[in-house]
């Protein structure tokens, strides 16, 4: 089942709006994971799709069906809560039967089905306990296995790795990853951490100050982000300043100059941007476009984590394979693949430095954002 | 050594439990031990009780409708405001539930003087007395339900049951109603506790016919002998102990507010 938001507004308070405009295709039978910092607007969204919150302005369809008006009990989805709001006064048994209260089959068959959830979900021997009798990782199971009981088309999940510690998160993660993937259901996953949306999303919502600044499958929206916020967002990245010719399809950089797909339109204020991850740097010889002197190595196994500047002083962040010999105040050949290159536009004030690198004889800016935003 | 150090503060807890018990059941026990002795002698005889029951049956009678008035009148009245401080804060909510709270620091005395005069037709009336333990019974309800409605995530738990396909009804009725039972509970022993053993407002506000057994027990203190006031002490210990045998059952079961859900 298809979910379509069109023109969605939320406010609750006049100085801001909760969610500003989101028009949005949630592809069937896909996992779609909603990303974005604290305060983004993306619970407020699976709130709104779910019913549990009205929109002001704006309509949210099922497939064909206009469901903005219908109350959550009438939308036939399940819910998964960041707390998981099992009932704390039932038994894991009673809260998966507590979602079939209104089907219309036998006690017997209501029971059949129930034992069958807690099959699923390896949950057996904790039919008879209460919530808070089980772990996290239970609790977990149990919020899914009622949430699913009712074999809903939709699937929205509100951060439900959030409360768990790092390593039984870990663990879940991935279980949940196998577990949505097979369900062949629409599910809706918000969460805010990046590592997360990308492992479970088979697309992903970026989502800041209650606007999608971008969407797209995990692969597109890391290697083509729109701005310096996603690409930030979504691990390490070197925004490197650059230039752009007439034709608007040519990039000059310190690094030499490149062609790039589509032209680069830059709003006023805007500067073109090159952004290079750090993996994307290879090893190069004797003559590799990037001579970069190391200030600071650091071993990390399965690679090196070198800081350094480049032969115009342009600071980057590199890794370099492990097997590699690097010590601090070495010059380091490498280079870029051209495939790699994704050039963006950068709201000039967000490139630190810009400034004092203005200065320089070449006129470009290095910069460099650490981790995720 | 560790295990020494335990032995003694073990000791310890034992001897200071064993003072405090002493010190705080000696007076009623003396008290009830009386009352088995027959007055004017040193015969063990139940006459004493006989004559309580006789004498003052009635007060207890009294006691027992008025408490159970009290319970119902003060969760119908209180329940909504807890509520509505828990679930649905207002500006000024707080100060108003904390102004709710003003009658428990003021003497009994001046409860009583006020309800004279503020109710001056209801004298007379076993309303007014209603109405007088209801100005301290009201702000434990509002308490008591309010603190717990605030640890429980109701509104959650309301929306989890939402997008499980259950309506109003069936959200109060399986989801809301069992879980306020407890504090709701828990609230109508302590109003009880409090209407059984009330004396300062009952006594200013008594009439010959509206008088409640702990007025009543006090009148046996000062007109009959130590063996009567004894029977009568007994009775009244005997009248309170479902109380704390349903306080106790209670306190054992957990509340499933703040254990997380």
């Known amino acids: 089942m298809d979910i379509t938001l069109n023109g969605i507004r939320k406010r609750f308070s006049k100085e801001k709006e909760a969610i500003a405009g989101v028009d949005l295709r949630f592809p069937s039978g896909k996992v779609t994971a909603i990303v974005g910092p604290s305060g983004s607007g993306k619970s407020t969204l699976l709130n709104l799709i779910a019913g549990l919150l009205r929109p002001d302005a704006g309509t949210i369809f099922f497939d064909e069906r206009d469901v903005t008006m ?47 959830m807690l099959k699923v979900f390896e949950i057996t021997h904790l039919a008879k306990r209460r919530p808070r009798e089980l772990s996290g990782g239970e609790r977990q199971r149990v919020a899914l296995a009622r949430a699913l009981a009712r074999e809903p088309q939709i699937l929205l999940l509100d951060e439900p790795l959030s409360a768990l510690d790092a390593q039984l998160r870990e663990h879940l993660r991935r279980e949940l990853g196998t577990f949505l993937h097979s369900l062949d259901r629409t599910s809706v996953y918000v969460t805010h951490d990046r590592d997360e949306a990308m492992l479970l999303g088979d697309e992903l919502v970026v989502m800041r100050d209650g606007s999608v600044v971008q969407s797209g499958t ?83 196994g399965s690679k090196w984590r070198v800081e350094g500047r480049d032969a115009t002083g342009v600071p980057l962040v590199v890794d370099l394979p492990s097997d590699m010999a690097v010590a601090e105040g070495e010059i380091v050949n490498v280079r870029i693949p051209r495939s790699s290159i994704h050039v963006l536009a950068v709201e000039a004030g967000r490139v630190s430095g810009d400034a004092a690198r203005d200065e320089s004889e070449h006129n470009l800016t290095g910069h460099f954002h650490h981790g995720k935003s | 050594m560790i295990e020494r150090w335990g032995r003694r503060r073990m000791a310890w807890g034992y001897l200071t439990t064993a003072v405090v018990a002493v010190i705080s059941l000696l007076p009623p026990l003396v008290a009830v031990s009386h009352s088995f002795r027959a007055p004017e002698s040193e015969q063990w005889s139940g006459s ?119 309506g109003r009804y069936l959200r109060y009725r399986h989801v809301i109603a069992p879980l306020i039972v407890h504090p709701t509970v828990l609230a109508s022993l302590i109003v009880f506790a409090i209407s059984w053993g009330e004396f300062n407002v009952s006594f200013l506000l008594a009439t010959p016919t509206q008088l409640t057994f702990p007025a009543a027990l006090f009148a046996t203190y000062t007109s009959n002998s130590l063996s009567v006031a004894g029977a009568a002490t007994a009775i009244f210990i005997l009248g309170a102990v479902p109380f704390f045998v349903a306080f106790q059952l209670l306190e054992r079961r957990p509340f499933e507010g703040g254990q997380g859900v």
């Open chain 2, 48 to 166: 004493s009780y006989e004559y309580v029951m006789t004498t003052y049956g009635n007060s207890l009678s009294f006691s027992l409708r008025l408490a159970l008035f009290v319970v119902i009148a003060s969760l119908v009245i209180a329940m909504p405001a807890a509520i509505a401080f828990a679930r649905f804060p207002f500006r000024f909510s707080s100060v108003i539930e904390e102004l709710i709270m003003t009658p428990l620091s003021l003497p009994g005395i001046s409860i009583a003087i006020a309800v004279i005069i503020g109710y001056n037709s209801l004298r007379g009336n076993w309303l007014l007395l209603a109405m007088a333990q209801m100005l301290y019974t009201i702000p434990y309800v509002v308490r008591i339900l309010g603190n717990s409605l605030r640890l429980l995530p109701l509104d959650e738990l309301e929306d989890a049951a939402r997008t499980l396909g259950a």
């Open chain 1, 70 to 116: 219908v109350p959550p009990e009438r939308r036939d989805i399940g819910f998964v809560f960041q707390s998981y709001a099992l009932f704390p006064h039932l038994s894991v048994e009673e809260n998966i039967t507590f979602a079939l209260h209104d089907r219309p089959v036998s006690k017997g068959a209501k029971a059949k089905s129930v034992s069958a």
């Open chain 1, 218 to 300: 995990p692969a597109h929206v890391y290697r083509h982000p729109v701005d310096s916020f996603v690409a930030n967002f979504f691990g390490d990245a070197n925004l490197v300043r650059c230039d752009l010719d007439e034709s608007k399809q040519r990039i000059v950089s310190p690094f030499g100059t490149f062609s790039v797909a589509q032209p680069l339109l830059l709003q006023p204020g805007q500067v073109a941007c090159m952004l290079l991850r750090p993996e994307m740097f290879v090893p190069a010889g004797a003559d590799g476009v990037i001579r970069l002197t190391v200030r600071s190595a650091n071993f990390l």
